[in-house]
């Protein structure tokens, strides 16, 4: 975001709701009816008519339009709370300013959420997408825009959010919490005991089984949606922190 809006007051007011569902067992109704909850569906059988119905009942947790790194990407509803969300180290690195404040947000185990939506609201402005363009409105009515298209479950997303690279584009997928298969650090902004700075551990990521089955569901959403993307976006970046974190050359 420009300097205008990075001087924003951290007076945050979103917080990440992540919903749990819980699968009811199978029951049987004093009409007759047995239903019998799976994973993917329900079956609902009817004693007295032998009838047997099949409905989808499938309902998927995302926790945010997710770039590959899985611990990092934005909230976009509502669009009014637009927010910057990442996996944090704990509270602490997450509503402190010890290392920097563009980091800080609301903690929400395991997530810290930064609302820029509430930001400019706290000053008198807004938040719109339109027109495939993501914007920031304040009090007087000047505008700091970004490409943004969304299709289902991806979004293609112009540059930064702080500002700058307006020349890249980077793709998130609305995603389910991963959850690794072993030990090693994914989470941002991470620090160890000497305040030295703790990296994420992408060889372990990468090469974890569990992360290899989350990133192929993923990419099967984007593949079904990838006919969508913006004229725009002509070289998309999958996994805009981890390149925004490499060395440059």
């Given at each position: 975001m420009n300097q205008k809006r990075k001087c924003m007051s951290q007076r945050l007011t979103a917080i990440l709701m992540i919903s749990l569902v819980i699968a009811l067992p199978g029951c049987i109704s004093d009409d007759g009816i047995i239903e019998q909850t799976n994973n993917d569906e329900t079956e609902t059988i009817n004693q007295n008519e032998n009838i047997t119905?099949?409905?989808?009942?499938?309902?998927?947790?995302?926790?945010?339009?997710?770039?590959?790194?899985?611990?990092?990407?934005?909230?976009?509803?509502?669009?009014?709370?637009?927010?910057?969300?990442?996996?944090?180290?704990?509270?602490?690195?997450?509503?402190?300013?010890?290392?920097?404040?563009?980091?800080?947000?609301?903690?929400?185990?395991?997530?810290?959420?930064?609302d820029y939506g509430a930001m400019a609201a706290s000053e008198g402005g807004s938040t719109t997408h339109e027109n495939g363009e993501l914007c920031f409105v304040d009090a007087a009515g000047e505008s700091y825009c970004r490409n943004m298209t969304i299709s289902n479950r991806v979004m293609w997303f112009q540059g930064d959010i702080l500002g700058g690279q307006e020349d890249k584009c980077s793709v998130y997928i609305q995603s389910e919490l991963f959850v690794p298969s072993s030990s090693y650090n994914i989470t941002l902004n991470a620090y160890d005991e000497n305040g030295d700075f703790i990296p994420v551990d992408w060889n372990n990521l990468f090469n974890d089984p569990a992360y290899q089955s989350w990133e192929s569901e993923r990419m099967n959403a984007y593949n079904a949606e990838s006919a969508n993307a913006p004229e725009w976006c002509s070289d998309p970046i999958m996994g805009w922190y981890h390149w925004a974190t490499q060395p440059v050359p």
């Open positions: 119905s099949v409905e989808n009942t499938t309902s998927v947790d995302y926790v945010g339009f997710m770039d590959n790194s899985s611990v990092y990407g934005f909230i976009a509803d509502p669009i009014e709370n637009f927010s910057r969300v990442y996996q944090a180290q704990n509270e602490n690195n997450c509503t402190s300013t010890e290392y920097g404040d563009d980091w800080t947000g609301v903690w929400g185990d395991p997530w810290c959420v930064i």
